[in-house]
């Protein structure tokens, strides 16, 4: 039961790290890109930078609330446990 109450921060956690890195392979395709490119406006790599944060929003959005029932479920299993 205990390892099932952790493998839900544990999850956060992978979720967190699976968007720093989708953060970084989208940084280095659009590197890419603007070397192709003759000529790119600021814009515009201001708006795929800002893009490309979303995946760590997103991962650090399941943390929190992996975190949260994390804390919710370890709770309530050591209070049954002390019940007992």
């Excluded at 493998?7 to 699976?18: D, K, R, T």
């Excluded at 970084?24 to 000529?39: C, E, L």
Aim: hydrophobic share 65%.
């Amino acid at each position: 039961m205990e390892n099932g109450i952790n493998a839900v921060l544990f999850w956060g956690i992978m979720s967190i790290i699976i968007g720093v890195f989708a953060h970084f392979i989208g940084i280095y395709a659009a590197m890419n890109a603007i070397m192709m490119a003759n000529d790119i406006s600021p814009a515009i790599v201001a708006s795929g930078y800002a893009v490309s944060l979303i995946t760590i929003l997103f991962g650090l959005f399941i943390l929190m609330l992996s975190s949260i029932l994390w804390f919710i479920l370890r709770w309530k299993y050591k209070s049954i446990i002390s019940n007992s």
